[in-house]
């Protein structure tokens, strides 16, 4: 009988546990809003409607920005749904818990603009020193999952290294790259390569996690 009373009492514990993430995830996001709203003096509605609503503009104003987030969603979450079904503190499972969360924070980056208005108004600093610390962070986590990567399909990380590198080279106007491009332009093409980049990144971990899955 106790034995019974024990599986049940776990079964209602499992079966109200959404209840528990649910609040967990969207009680600080609401009180975030009303922080930022009573902060800056806004409407309501501008915290909660869409942007290109709120500003009047047509819904396919920063398509590629948007489509750009949603790779970074994807990768996320592949590799942080996949780091829970392979092997616990695996080599795989490291990999793809530190990917997701690093491809998450670049996601949420891109979203609100947090190395271009954000952090750099929060800490004070410049723009390229915000830029700086998030390749010194990949470069920690290549250099971290070296083994790794060196036994998966590569090229499509390459890929993405390649250009997100064309895509900070532009963004930064580095000397080398000579007169900058008009405004307008330069930032066209720095958004494609970026996208492009993306959507390297989101593959190149489509194929890691899937290989992740097939040795478990």
């Known amino acids: ?3 019974g009373m024990k599986v049940s009492a776990m079964r209602g514990v499992r079966h109200s546990l959404w209840a ?7 009680a600080p996001v609401v009180l975030l809003v ?4 009573n902060r800056s003096g806004y409407p309501m509605s501008f915290m909660t409607r869409d942007p290109t609503a709120v500003a009047g503009v047509p819904a396919y104003c920063g398509m590629l920005s948007n489509l750009g987030v949603l790779g970074w ?7 942080l749904f996949t780091s829970t079904v392979v092997k616990p503190r695996s080599r795989d499972a490291e990999f793809l818990k530190a990917a997701g969360l690093f491809s998450l924070w670049l996601g949420i980056d891109d979203l609100f603009l947090m190395h271009e208005t954000v952090l750099p108004s929060l800490l004070h600093v410049h723009e390229k020193v915000v830029v700086a610390s998030y390749m010194l962070v990949l470069g920690c986590l290549l250099v971290r999952h070296r083994e790794t990567i060196r036994t998966s399909d590569y090229r499509p990380l390459l890929g993405a290294l390649g250009f997100f590198l064309g895509s900070v080279v532009i963004d930064t106007r ?30 190149y971990f489509w194929n890691v996690s899937r290989e992740a899955v097939a040795r478990t």
């Open 1 to 3: 009988m106790g034995q």
């Open 20 to 26: 528990v993430v649910v609040a967990a995830i969207s």
């Open 34 to 37: 009303v922080l930022v709203r």
């Open 73 to 79: 969603c994807t990768a996320s979450a592949t590799c």
């Open 174 to 203: 580095l000397p080398f790259v000579g007169e900058p491009l008009p405004f307008h332009v330069s930032t066209a093409v720095e958004d494609m390569l970026k996208f492009v980049g993306i959507v390297c990144w989101m593959v």
